[in-house]
T-cell receptor, first 112, second 113 residues
Framework: KQEVTQIPAALSVPEGENLVLNCSFT??????LQWFRQDPGKGLTSLLL?????REQTSGRLNASLDKSSGRSTLYIAASQPGDSATYLC???????????FGTGTLLAVQP | DVKVTQSSRYLVKRTGEKVFLECVQD?????MFWYRQDPGLGLRLIYF???????EKGDIPEGYSVSREKKERFSLILESASTNQTSMYLC????????????FGPGTRLLVL
């Protein structure tokens, strides 16, 4: 059974720092991996989707990498801003369905 | 832009009540999903649907049922609400099987007393 783990559970950094969020999964047979952002009391917003054949995806200050063989993904946030404060979730899609398996998230606080 | 709306942001119900949570998407998506989100457990899939009148159980379907009579609307039903169903409920939709991006609604925070 696929399990997705995110470390750390919470992270606090000063504004301007570069940071890395980690996601690991137990079954490397995935179709894709997504990173989402969730603001308090809100739904999820998709940030980046990496196909299983890809190694990384970039969007603005965000860069996500995928190493299927080791079951790991990282989300790199450059020059962090207070507006980046949110919970970041990763999710993997495996098998022939559209089902996503989510990690428990990393709560990020960027201090001004 | 894809828009997924949920009928209520906050809901308070009593134990034993029948509860309906509604989700509507406006992008003609085939796939719709219901999740619940609990601290320390993340999002867990309750039910999903690939087409009208079609449904499949997710990981935690017990105590829930769903209805999809129209393509744009996916309803989650708590037949007899219990306190352990107090949670944040999130609906999502997507338009392709694989690969895909799921678009999420704002969530309904349900409190069962």
């Amino acid at each position: 059974k696929q399990e997705v783990t995110q470390i750390p559970a919470a992270l606090s950094v000063p504004e301007g720092e570069n940071l890395v969020l980690n996601c690991s999964f137990t079954d490397s047979a995935i179709y894709n991996l997504q990173w989402f952002r969730q603001d308090p009391g809100k739904g999820l917003t998709s940030l980046l989707l990496i196909q299983s054949s890809q190694r990384e995806q970039t969007s603005g200050r965000l860069n996500a990498s995928l190493d299927k063989s080791s079951g790991r993904s990282t989300l790199y946030i450059a020059a962090s801003q207070p507006g980046d404060s949110a919970t970041y979730l990763c999710a993997v899609s495996g098998g022939a369905t559209n089902k996503l398996i989510f990690g428990t998230g990393t709560l990020l606080a960027v201090q001004p | 832009d894809v828009k997924v709306t949920q009928s209520s942001r906050y809901l308070v119900k009593r134990t034993g009540e029948k509860v309906f949570l509604e989700c509507v998407q406006d992008m003609d998506h085939e796939n719709m999903f219901w999740y619940r989100q609990d601290p320390g457990l993340g999002l867990r899939l309750i039910y999903f649907s690939y087409d009208v009148k079609m449904k499949e159980k997710g990981d935690i379907p017990e105590g829930y049922s769903v209805s999809r009579e129209k393509k744009e609307r996916f309803s989650l039903i708590l037949e007899s609400a219990s306190t352990n169903q107090t949670s944040m409920y999130l609906c999502a939709s997507s338009n392709t099987l694989v690969p895909q991006t799921q678009y999420f609604g704002p969530g309904t925070r349900l409190l069962v007393l």
